[in-house]
Structure formats: C-alpha cells, structure tokens
C-alpha cells in the first residue's frame, strides 16, 4: 500500500487503501471543510510531531448506544448524581485538559495547538461538543467529539478524579441516544471503553454504517 500525501485540494484517498496499521495520508491542514470531509468518510487525525497524519484502521472500535454497560459501581454512583454533569458548558476547558493528559506510552501529545484551534472552530460552527464532570465547581472530568447526522465521533477524554469520565461518558451516551444518536465512534481500542461495552467491527461494516447515518 502506498502512503498518500496530501495538499491544498481537499480530498482523500480510498479507505482501504490505508496501511496495515491503519495510517491512510499524511499532511494537508485542520481547516474545518477538510476536517468534515473526513469525517464523512470515517476518517480522523492525529499528529506527528507538526504534521497531521490521517487514519482509517481496521478493525475500528465502536459503541452502539443500546449496548453501553454500566457497572454496579457506577449505578451507586449515577444515582446519587456523585458529579454535576453538563454539556457544551466548557469546550476550551475540556479540550485543553485533555491536551494536557499524561498518557502511558506516549511522548508528549497528539492534540497540538492547532488542533485546538480547528476543533474549538468546529464547536463555534455546532459540530464539536463537550461533556463535563463537575465537583465541587471544579471540572474534574470530561470529553469531546464530533456530531454529524446519528453519529457521535469521540476524539479524547481526561479525568481529574476516580471515575469521572467514565461519569461523563456514561450520561453523554444517555443524552446522545435520547437524541437518536446511533452510533458511536471509539476510534481505536482502550480497555476503559470495552468495559463500556465498545467493541471492534470490520472498517468495511463501519463505513457503511456511516452512510446510512450520516
């Protein structure tokens, strides 16, 4: 397979043209028509160091709103509304506490500044939310995604405080499935979704499901 790369024109590559690893292009920019664009096609960004790389792996990871699980632990917790949650209350917030993670097994992070800058306009333009955990006034949890038609496209979460964005998710996922979301973009495996009840399905089951969503 080859690496495509990308330039001013606003395209992208087959899907299933993508590496093995998943890693379809490289280059092009974060403006708000490409980044829909890619989405549109089950496509997302990552950076390496400054230059975005786009990606579309197979298997993908995802959720179906009808199969979240929520654990006893978390029942104890959503019943006595252990945090405020709100949504879209503070996207900035939300997006820079994630820039910030620590994550295992990585060097720094993938949410640049300019990646920031893009997805704070896609809020701005109604496109990208944000779900929060409060305590005590202070955001102690949260994540944000990408809507578009009946399909929600997680990017990143953070916690400040045991189980907090799992909190967050869990009541975002009510939200979203009262609204008729129906699917749920995970992107690629962690074990805090599995326990969520997010599961693997084929790229090619994935993209149509979007078709018929979006």
């Not at 299933?16 to 890619?38: H, K, P, Q, V």
């Amino acid at each position: 397979m080859q690496l495509h790369i990308l330039n001013e024109k606003l395209w992208f590559p087959p899907v299933e043209s993508a590496l093995e690893d998943g890693l379809l292009a490289m280059g092009g920019d974060l403006n708000t028509e490409r980044l829909l664009l890619a989405y549109k096609k089950g496509i997302f960004p990552w950076y390496d160091g400054d230059t975005p790389l786009w990606w579309c792996p197979n298997p993908r990871f995802i959720l179906l709103p009808d199969e979240l699980k929520v654990s006893k632990s978390m029942k104890v917790l959503l019943k006595r509304d252990a945090f405020e949650f709100t949504i879209n209350k503070n996207f900035p917030a939300v997006i820079n506490a994630c820039k910030a993670k620590e994550r295992k097994g990585q060097d720094g992070t993938w949410i640049k500044n300019e990646v920031v800058r893009a997805y704070t306009e896609l809020h701005k333009l109604g496109y990208a939310h944000s779900a929060e955990a409060w305590q005590d006034g202070a955001l102690v949890g949260g994540l944000y995604g990408v809507k578009l038609g009946k399909v929600f496209f997680g990017e990143s979460m953070f916690s400040h405080a045991s189980n907090a964005s799992k909190y967050a998710f869990i009541k975002l996922v009510e939200q979203l499935k009262a609204e008729g979301i129906l699917l749920i973009d995970c992107q690629v495996y962690t074990e805090h979704l599995e326990s969520l009840g997010a599961k693997m399905i084929m790229r090619q089951q994935f993209t149509h499901l979007l078709e018929q969503l979006l």
